[in-house]
Nanobody, 121 residues
Framework: QVQLVESGGGLVRTGESLRLSCVASGSIFMINDMGWDRQAPGKQRELVATLTKDGRINYGDSVKGRFTISRDNAKNTVYLQMNNLKRGDTAVYYC???????????????WGQGTQVTVST
C-alpha cells in the first residue's frame, strides 16, 4: 500500500558527501514522521535522523553535526545530506515513514529496501 524508494547511495571516500532521497508513494493521506535508519553488517539497526511534519528533528549522536535531514511534504520526499563521511558511516540506509492511509484512515509504518553507502579511506 505504501512504497518507499531510496536513492543516492554509492561509494565515496572519507570526507566526501552524499545526498540520499526517499520518495513515498501509495494511498497516503498524510505522513507524520519521516526519517532514516541504517544498519551495518553484524550491527543492529540504529537511528540516523527523524523529522516530523511540524519540523521537529532528532539526530543520532554519531551523525549529529554532519548530517542534515529535510523533507518536501508536497512530494512525500525526505532527504539526508551527509557531509564529512567517515568509514563508520558505511551501512545500508533505510528510509522510513509513519502516517495514515487514505482508505479508512489506517496507520501505516513502512521502510524502504535501503540504499548502500560505502565510505572508503
Amino acid at each position: 500500500q505504501v512504497q518507499l524508494v531510496e536513492s543516492g547511495g554509492g561509494l565515496v571516500r572519507t570526507g566526501e558527501s552524499l545526498r540520499l532521497s526517499c520518495v513515498a508513494s501509495g494511498s497516503i493521506f498524510m505522513i507524520n514522521d519521516m526519517g532514516w535508519d541504517r544498519q551495518a553488517p553484524g550491527k543492529q539497526r540504529e537511528l540516523v535522523a527523524t523529522l516530523t511534519k511540524d519540523g521537529r528533528i532528532n539526530y543520532g549522536d554519531s551523525v549529529k553535526g554532519r548530517f542534515t535531514i529535510s523533507r518536501d511534504n508536497a512530494k512525500n520526499t525526505v532527504y539526508l545530506q551527509m557531509n564529512n563521511l567517515k568509514r563508520g558511516d558505511t551501512a545500508v540506509y533505510y528510509c522510513n515513514a509513519v502516517g495514515y492511509l487514505r482508505r479508512g484512515g489506517e496507520i501505516f509504518g513502512s521502510w524502504g529496501q535501503g540504499t548502500q553507502v560505502t565510505v572508503s579511506t
